[in-house]
Every structure is written in structure tokens, then in C-alpha cells.
């Protein structure tokens, strides 16, 4: 097999395919803000990069977060909640 990049990246015959992980979610993660102390720990256990950091504060982008809760169980404050995703 022969690759056109060094990247190791999901391309077809129509060309690179963007692979909506958040699709695949049974789970939300639910950051309280309140209770977040801004450590990072979230963002660098992600999988996946769909913690975000902005003006000092973490938000959680859904598009590609597919639920798996490894940010939840790293949490150091238990900041982030699981709840079940609505329809599926």
C-alpha cells in the first residue's frame, strides 16, 4: 500500500473523509464551571482534543467528543458530570 502523506489519514477515492466522532456518543461530559478549577487535566487526557481553553476557562466541543468519560474520571474535582445523550 502506497501513502500519499506521512500522516496516517482516512482518505478515500473522494479524498480526506472528516470522521464526526461526536456522532458516536451515548454520554455527554457536562463541565461545571463553578466547580472547575482550570486545571487542565481534562485537555490533556482527551483523546480526541475536544477540550477546549479560552480566557482561562475549559469548554467541551461537542463535535468530536464521542462520550468515552476519561475526562470525567481524570477530573481532580469531579467537574464534569456524564449524562446520558437525548435520542440515542
Given at each position: 500500500?502506497?501513502f500519499?502523506s ?27 464551571q ?5 486545571c487542565?487535566t ?6 480526541v ?5 479560552a480566557?482561562?476557562t ?14 470525567a ?16
Open positions: 500500500m502506497e500519499k506521512e500522516y496516517i489519514v482516512p482518505v478515500g477515492a473522494d479524498g480526506i473523509h472528516v470522521l464526526n466522532t461526536g456522532d458516536w456518543r451515548t454520554q455527554r461530559p457536562v463541565l461545571d463553578e466547580t472547575c478549577i482550570a487542565g481534562c485537555l490533556l487526557y482527551c483523546p482534543n475536544s477540550i477546549r481553553r480566557d482561562g475549559f469548554t467541551i466541543c461537542y463535535d468530536y467528543c464521542k462520550g468515552c468519560g476519561i475526562c474520571h481524570e477530573c481532580p474535582k469531579d467537574a464534569i458530570t456524564m449524562i446520558p445523550e437525548e435520542g440515542k
